[in-house]
Nanobody, 118 residues
């Protein structure tokens, strides 16, 4: 399983970005897909996740501003970032929890940089 993120970039405060994470395998094997971020000098933290069936949950810091969605036909999960703040600056990673028989595996993408600055 490979995950490839895209859509990062430089944006002004208050702006928006839409990140994508494309999986190399069918989404039918994926239980949960999540977005995490890591700012310089800080630990990686959960941004939000989407589980089979479409339920989502988010970190308090992004609730009401970020939205996760999933297109199973394209094996892709999206993260819409609105009302961006400088403190949202980080490398954003997606991950996928995949069931294979009785085992579950966690895969990570390579990350995409989001910089919020005027």
């Amino acid at each position: 399983m490979q995950l490839v993120e895209s859509g990062g970039g430089l944006v002004q405060p208050g702006g928006s970005l839409n990140l994508s994470c494309a999986a190399s395998e069918s989404s039918s094997s994926i239980d949960t897909m999540g977005w995490y971020r890591q700012a310089p000098g800080k630990q990686r933290e959960l941004v939000g996740r989407i589980i089979t069936g479409g339920n989502t949950n988010y970190a308090d810091s992004v609730k009401g501003r970020f939205t996760i969605s999933r297109d199973n036909a394209k094996n892709t999960v999206y993260l819409q970032l609105n009302s961006l703040k400088p403190e949202d600056t980080a490398v954003y990673y997606c991950n996928a929890l995949v069931s294979r028989g009785r085992y579950r595996y966690l895969y990570w993408g390579q990350g995409t940089q989001v910089t919020v600055s005027s």
